[in-house]
């Protein structure tokens, strides 16, 4: 007989179930099927044959695969096929004649911001959200936004100076950060209209749901709200304990504190990237209102990254007795080889992931249990380092 029997069939795995994504890429409808962890970047190369897209690290370091995927620049070598699935997608073939992206071409072969070009692509996505989106030519801020793509031939003076001239060039046309540029001047100064996605103004930040992840004034602020199943009485108690916070925070280590100063260190592993950031800050509450804040910085021992942030957090009541809500919002900016991480598409699902860690770990505490030996941080481990760190300082 040809059929297998069951004994045989026992150990052949099973191969992955392909599912089909529809995108719409730069502008045009594009179906593919793929197993589910295809990356967008195979996607976009392999099936749809866009190689401009570069892969290079393929662990969301290196910035070279970045594309924009509704209208935010993402890194499309993390990018799951089963997150694309309705979105879409332009990358730097379909910027073919846009006014914008030839300002940007011309500036950077004007300034030198180019030598060996692998990382261009990339670079000039990046470069294009933020000429869009930025109010100002600030060097310090577009080198901090610039930071997730790295390169390694230019030394980044010609790609921020090109930067800045098309903002300037920007500025000079009239046209708003926003991208509602002032019709009368479009023509004038060549550039045609373009609608990006700006940044939310920090008056609006305050009304912004929770769950929102955006960068604001050169800062990346995360907001969540999460459950945890203790009364609020008890999470507090929980929450102004310093090492018994600590304790939840995976890769974290409380080394110092008197109650309101904090001295610690946590470890961040993401990727090739190893860094043990070392740093103090400050921990204030307001017991009546059970909220309170964390001020803090660190600096990673190598000298190659450094982190500042500030974390708000306040505890309510929650659907029931047994339950409380937290409220919690996080400020911080990374300043060096981490840089990359400061974007938002690379923060949330990380965060989410880190928050259920700290969660699950501080149900435990509070029932009595212990904390689950999470093995390692990953790369937001940094930012729990912040975040964790923020909520330990409590």
């Known amino acids: 007989m040809n059929a297998l029997s ?32 295809t990356q967008l970047a195979e996607i976009l190369r392999d099936r749809l044959d866009l190689t401009a897209t570069h892969l290079a690290c393929e662990q969301g370091v290196c910035g070279a695969c970045t594309v924009m995927v509704d209208g935010r ?22 910027w073919q004649g846009d006014a914008l992206m030839e300002k940007l071409r011309a500036a950077f072969a004007r300034n030198h911001a180019l030598q060996c070009g ?20 600030d060097e310090t801020r577009i080198r901090n936004e610039l930071s997730g793509n790295l390169c390694r031939c230019t030394g980044y003076v010609g790609i921020v100076a090109a930067i800045r001239e098309v903002i300037s060039e920007r500025d000079a046309a009239g046209i708003a950060p926003s991208g509602r540029a002032l019709p009368a001047l479009h023509a004038a100064a060549g550039f045609a209209p373009f609608e990006p996605a700006a940044a939310p103004a920090m008056a609006e930040a305050a009304a912004a749901p929770a769950g929102e992840t955006t960068v604001e004034d050169g800062w990346s602020v995360v907001r969540r709200h999460v459950a945890v199943a203790h009364p609020p009485s008890a999470v507090w108690a929980h929450f102004a304990d310093l090492p018994s916070v600590v304790r939840c925070l995976p890769g974290a280590e409380l080394a110092e504190t008197d109650g ?12 090739p990237i190893t860094a043990r950031f070392e740093g103090e800050g400050r921990f204030e509450t307001d017991a009546a209102a059970r909220s309170g804040s964390v001020r803090g910085t660190g600096k990673d021992r190598g000298g190659q990254s450094n982190v500042t942030g500030g974390l708000d957090f306040a505890v309510a009541q ?9 409220d919690v919002a996080l400020r911080f900016r990374i300043e060096g080889r981490l ?24 149900n435990a505490v509070l029932d009595g249990g212990t904390v689950r030996d999470s093995g390692g941080l990953s790369v937001w481990s940094l930012l729990r380092a912040l975040a964790g760190g923020l909520f330990r300082r409590r």
């Open 339 to 362: 840089g990359q991480f400061n974007r938002p598409e690379l923060v949330s699902g990380l965060v989410d992931h880190l928050l259920g860690e700290f969660v699950q770990n501080c």
């Open 73 to 94: 620049p993402v890194r499309s070598c993390l990018t799951f096929a089963a997150d694309c699935d309705g979105a879409e997608v332009e990358t730097l073939e379909g």
């Open 118 to 137: 692998f990382c261009t692509p990339g670079m000039l996505a990046t470069a294009r959200d933020l000429v869009a989106r930025l109010d100002s030519d």
């Open 260 to 271: 309101t100063r904090f001295a610690g260190h946590v470890a961040v592993r993401f990727g």
């Open 318 to 326: 929650g659907a029931s007795p047994e339950a409380s809500d937290v």
């Open 6 to 37: 069951p004994a045989a069939d026992a150990g052949t795995p099973t191969p992955p179930r392909a599912i089909p994504v529809r995108l719409t890429v730069n502008g045009a409808p594009a179906e593919v099927l793929v197993p589910p962890r």
